[in-house]
């Protein structure tokens, strides 16, 4: 399958079914599970680049204007690699946001180190926590070596999420899902997420969508493993110049290898911004899932995420 032919495989109709109004019915409840946020009075970010869109602090003040209109009730944090020293800053921070109830902001996924030495330490704090349900660390960048996560140190780590009770994302580079998949198989006891559609971009050649959709089938068939329908946008979709048409394709292919039981929706604000606006995403996604149950429109938008983080 070349491309063009992937891309036209999400619109087959000459348009996508447009999204009810506030007349028809209410809109659907959201609960978003990729929420960033970060104070630059706060925290530092070692990967921000001065003069980016990114080059500002976006608080939950900022989240309330982005999401304004959009019935965005709930909202689960995802952490922002700040630098490793201020790892037990940012999740204390996080907590205390939780638990002040006043954002719609009620559970968070922690930034950690699963090879480092003080893991175990790190990490047995957040057992039974009502607001830090999972652990995340950033691998898409070019510093990490493709066989990382097999590493004997890391896969100890990810296991003893398991034990605790945690969630692990997986952020990674497309060309490593293969090495996700291995690591799943040893860590049967732990439950996955696969950020961002397993970051698909959109100057893929034609060979390179097909082992996309090869290796995110082969994730999807580990029943350990959730998707977030996110941040994908971000990967080369310009600002301005994509249709809901465009990145359906990669919407229904995840919604079929994981199915409707296995998928949440993620804001990924405010790095969506390179791609336009939450709106503009959110949008979007209700446009390209219209003509779907509702019941299923449910579970992607606001169910899954519940039931999955107990929220």
Known sequence: MNRRDFLAAGAAALALPAVASSRDKPMLPVVDTHQHLWDLSKFKLGWLKPGTVYDASFTPK???????????????????????????????????LCTG??????????????????FAKYAGQFKGSKYVKG????????????????EAKFVKGIQLLGDLGLSYDLCVRPADLPNFVKLVEQCPNTRFILDHCGNPQAKFTPAQWDQWKKDTTALAAKKGVMCKVSGFLANGWENGKWKAEDIAPVVHHITETFGWDRVMFGGDWPVVLAAGSYAD?????????????EADQKKLLHDNAVKFYGL
Do not use: F
């Not at 652990?135 to 097999?150: A, E, F, G, K, N």
């Not at 995403?281 to 149950?293: G, N, V, Y």
């Open 62 to 96: 900022e989240y309330a204007e982005a999401t304004k209109g959009l019935n965005v009730v709930k909202a689960v944090y995802m952490e922002v690699d700040v630098v490793p020293e201020q790892q037990q800053a940012e999740a204390d921070y996080l907590i205390e």
């Open 101 to 118: 109830g006043k954002t719609p902001t009620c559970a968070a996924v922690v930034s950690g180190r699963p090879n480092s030495d003080g």
């Open 135 to 150: 652990i995340r660390q950033v691998l898409h960048v070019d510093s990490t070596p493709p066989d990382y996560c097999l």
């Open 281 to 293: 995403w959110l949008t979007a996604l209700r446009q390209i899932i219209a003509d779907k149950p």
